[in-house]
């Protein structure tokens, strides 16, 4: 089974239900939670090592989220890990938080810049992302001098690349492909 079918079919049955019992807010935030703690290089090794076994893995994660986490949360977890799908569990939390986003009409954007915006700007250009994509926007800033000036905007799956690294990159690119005239 494709690796994306696996993470979208279990974040389904876990946000469907999550929103039956009104408790949609609750294990956004566990999902949230669980994201960052697989940041962590022991827990990347522990979730894909084939070596320790599932009844091991559904220990240590009940002594780690026991408490922290929705009983929904957790029941999905031991799921996964009795299904040999623990692997994917980064991945189901991160495709829970992308649907309850949109669930609720939010908006996720990345807007990378050569120096840092001043509010007043991000303001503007959250404004007219609203109206454009008729959304909440949820406006993310990222600073990489690398790109010299001008924008990268990022608005779920539509990108616009406005920097001058790019355009410079487009005029060598015509340059050397000899597609200007003498």
Do not use: W
């Not at 692997?87 to 669930?103: C, G, K, L, N």
């Not at 939010?106 to 990378?112: A, D, E, V």
């Amino acid at each position: 089974m494709n690796d994306s079918k696996i993470s979208v079919r279990y974040s389904k049955a876990l946000f469907e239900s999550a929103v039956e019992k009104n408790i949609l807010d609750k294990v956004n935030q566990d999902m949230l939670f669980i994201s960052e703690i697989c940041k962590l290089p022991e827990m990347k090794e522990l979730l894909s090592s084939p070596v320790i076994f599932p009844s091991r893995k559904t220990e240590f994660l009940h002594k780690m989220l026991d408490g922290n986490v929705e009983a929904i949360t957790m029941s999905m977890i031991d799921l996964a890990v009795a299904n040999g799908r623990e692997s994917f569990i980064p991945a189901i939390a991160r495709v829970f938080v992308h649907d309850t986003m949109r669930y609720k009409g939010i908006t996720k954007s990345l807007l990378t810049t050569a120096v840092k915006v001043d509010p007043g700007v991000k303001k503007q250009i959250t404004e007219m992302i609203g109206k454009i994509f008729k959304t909440k926007v949820e406006m993310e800033e990222a600073v990489d001098p690398d790109i010299i000036g001008g924008f990268i905007l990022r608005v779920d799956d539509s990108f616009i690349d406005a920097s001058l690294k790019n355009k410079l990159r487009k005029i060598n690119k015509e340059l050397r492909g000899g597609s200007l005239s003498s």
